[in-house]
């Protein structure tokens, strides 16, 4: 009967689920933001290459122009694949074999050294349709562990490979193979020098050089309306004991769903791993987005018998840009609160792409369809938007 009676209302669709977001809407959100169309396809992107001790005093300006030269070298390359109708997780993947290749980030060749003086690789992926996933960790020999990392979630019945399993596993998909010794840089091994030297944490090392989580990351939106995310990693410096940080582990470091959002994070990983980071954010996301929609029903008039005029669905609400922001920052003020450092980067499946840290930096970079194409270094670099 309900059903019958909703069908038989002359009422239009969007005037009233307008008028419910219109309520939703803080205040201070551009006018295009409340009444985004989440029906109009729309790509995105942001990647990080790592966040930490970053002070302007401790880079000249030939390395920050190098930096960002590299973040937008990477993000135009996922932009192109999203633009020409690309998958978000061919997006991720491309950029992040990017930046493996690139010795600026601590990802692939330039990756840090472990105790031992040798360099171990992890990475993970997830397609937020089906929440597919694949990852690998403590990889020496394979060149691109994120392409590692989606070949354990397509071409393997498991999620997580390690060790000499995980690069058998890459040579019998014929990943390229490459020396432990192409991993390598001298800039590392001072790194590891200095921190052997020191005899303290990574975490508590004042070194700039050696404290920057140099993970590299991205997420993206395509046009499809598919999430996808992924991180890649060669861990802290000075590592013992096969330690495992966040990078390669799903809902910690990396985490896709269609219907919340996709994360990848990079940071003091026992933290993000105690905190759940990535699927943390995701099911902050969605409970929030159930919220929303339950409040706009409840603007909806009721007819004479008291029943909806309306039922709202969920296919015409939107979380704002502000209210993503405000779930994301709560879950790193968590991470904060325990005594963890780092970021992470989001997008949403409205075509938000969100930063969120509390370090002095974050290497990072966004691009979406409405032709915003942004990278930043700096924690003061105004980056926002909507502001």
């Not at 921190?195 to 046009?223: H, I």
């Not at 896709?256 to 996301?285: M, P, Q």
Request: with cysteine.
């Amino acid at each position: 009967m309900l059903t019958a009676r909703i069908q038989s209302i002359k009422i239009s669709v969007w005037a009233v689920a307008m008028a419910a977001l219109t309520v939703l809407a803080t205040p201070a959100l551009a006018q295009e933001d409340e009444y985004r169309d989440p029906q109009e396809p729309r790509w995105s992107i942001a990647i990080h290459g790592g966040a930490g001790t970053m002070r302007r005093d401790s880079m000249t300006e030939q390395q920050q122009a190098d930096y960002k030269a590299a973040l937008q070298k990477a993000l135009d390359t996922g932009a192109a694949i999203l633009k020409d109708g690309g998958t978000a997780l061919d997006a991720v993947e491309a950029t992040i074999r990017l930046m493996e290749d690139d010795p600026r980030f601590n990802a692939g060749k330039g990756a840090v050294f472990t105790w031992e003086g040798t360099n171990e690789l992890d990475a993970s992926i997830m397609e937020g349709n089906g929440r597919n996933a694949g990852a690998a960790t403590g990889v020496t020999r394979t060149r691109h562990p994120i392409s590692l990392a989606r070949k354990v979630m397509e071409d393997s019945p498991h999620v997580f490979l390690s060790g000499a399993g995980a690069d058998q596993f890459a040579r019998e998909q014929a990943l390229e193979q490459v020396d432990p010794a192409f991993f390598e840089t001298e800039r590392r091994k001072d790194a590891l020098e200095r921190f052997k030297a020191s005899q303290v944490s990574t975490l508590n090392d004042s070194g700039d050089d050696d404290y920057k989580f140099g993970t590299v990351g991205a997420v993206a939106l395509d046009l499809n309306g598919n999430l996808a995310a992924g991180t890649s990693t060669g861990g802290m410096t000075g590592k013992r004991w096969g330690r495992i940080g966040d990078s390669p582990v799903i809902g910690a470091g990396t985490y896709a769903d269609d219907r919340s959002c996709a994360v990848s994070a990079t940071g003091s990983g026992e933290y993000f791993i105690r905190v759940g980071v990535a699927k943390e954010i995701c099911s902050r996301l969605y409970a929030r987005f159930r919220r929303e929609i339950d409040v706009a029903q409840a603007t909806v008039p009721l007819d004479a018998e008291g029943f909806p005029t309306y039922i709202i669905h969920a296919s015409e609400m939107i979380l704002t840009q502000a209210q993503v922001q405000e779930e994301v920052d709560s879950v790193m003020q968590e991470v904060g609160d325990l005594g963890g450092d780092g970021g992470v980067i989001v997008t949403t499946p409205i075509g938000y792409t969100i930063y969120s840290f509390n370090t002095e930096g974050m290497y990072r970079g966004r691009a979406d369809s409405d032709g915003l194409s942004e990278v930043a270094i700096f924690a003061d670099e105004v980056t926002d938007p909507v502001e």
